[in-house]
Every structure is written in structure tokens, then in C-alpha cells.
């Protein structure tokens, strides 16, 4: 047994600091999470997370999502535009907006464990990654506070970090 962090794990959490489209996605829904209608602060990125696993889930069973970089790059795109409106939004539709966000990113993920790895300890690893994320997310959410020209900008840098995402995605 091992004692230590492993490479499976350190790989995973990595991930997530290493890629445009999990790095940008993720510290959004954090952001998100403070512009929710009633800050639900924690609920949001517990969300998030578990329609992650949701997303593992279905890429462990055999079950393909069509177009997953297309996908990835309008979430972050329409992270974006949820930022530079500048609203708080209403529970319900958040939750069920960022859980399939969760979904898409989750799968993704999944896609990304190569055979000599250990998956769970992989996907662990992403799941910490994502979790220290939302919670920079939260704390950049809480400094910026929704209607304001830092958040703005950022959701202007995400649409466009995002459509650069979704014209690769296209071409490849």
C-alpha cells in the first residue's frame, strides 16, 4: 500500500491547473457560486462537483458524449456571458446549468486517464484539483462581486478565451 501522494493522484489534480478549459470553467462556477440568488456559496460548487462524478460515471459505462470540445468550449463561453451580464441568478436554473457543466467536464476528465494509470486515483486527484479551484473561484467571487468591472472582464476574457476553444474544436 501506498503511503504517499502517487503520480495517479498528482497527475489528476494537475489537470485541472494545466488546461484552458478546466482552469477558466472551474474558477467561473466559483465566481458563479457568489452570484447565485441567495448565496449558496457552497451548494453551487457541490453541484459542480457532482455532476463531475455524474460525468465519470458515464464515460467509465461506455456512454460517449458527441462533440465533448465543443461542448467544453461553450461552457466556457457561456460562463462568460453569465459573468459579463453582470446578474445574480436564480437558484434552480444555476444548479441544473452548472451541474451539466459538471457533466461535460467530468467526462472529459475521465477521457484524459491513460490505461497505466489508476483511474480512482487519477480521478481523485481531479476531483481535489477541481475542489481547490471552486474554492479560489469563490473567494475571486467574493472580491469581485457580481455587477462590478472586474467580474465583467473576466467573463469578457472567458467568451473569448472560449471562442478561440470552440474554433479549434470545430477544426479538429
Known amino acids: 500500500m501506498p503511503s504517499s501522494l502517487g503520480v495517479d493522484e498528482l497527475e489528476g489534480f494537475l489537470l485541472q491547473w494545466t488546461g484552458f478549459a478546466p482552469l477558466l470553467a472551474t474558477l467561473a462556477v466559483g465566481i458563479l457560486a457568489v452570484h447565485v440568488e441567495g448565496r449558496f456559496v457552497i451548494a453551487i460548487p457541490m453541484v459542480f462537483l457532482c455532476g463531475m462524478a455524474v460525468g465519470v460515471g458515464l464515460n467509465g459505462s ?23 451580464a453582470a446578474r445574480e441568478y436564480p437558484v434552480v436554473i444555476s444548479a441544473v446549468a452548472l451541474a451539466v457543466v459538471g457533466i461535460l467536464h467530468g467526462h472529459a ?27 479560489i473561484g469563490v473567494w475571486l467571487g467574493l472580491w469581485m462581486e457580481a455587477r462590478t468591472a472586474p467580474s465583467r472582464v473576466f467573463g ?11 474554433g479549434g ?3 479538429t
Not at 461506455?62 to 459579463?84: D, E, F, K, N, R
Open 109 to 135: 476528465d475521465a477521457q484524459a486517464v491513460s490505461a497505466s494509470s489508476g483511474p480512482l486515483a487519477f480521478l481523485l486527484g481531479v476531483l481535489l484539483g477541481t475542489a481547490l479551484l471552486l474554492g
Open 156 to 166: 469578457l476574457v472567458l467568451m473569448v478565451v472560449g471562442i478561440g476553444m470552440l
Open 169 to 171: 474544436a470545430v477544426v
Open 62 to 84: 461506455g456512454i460517449q458524449l458527441p462533440y465533448i470540445h465543443v461542448g467544453l468550449a461553450m461552457t466556457v463561453i457561456l460562463s462568460g456571458v453569465a459573468l459579463w
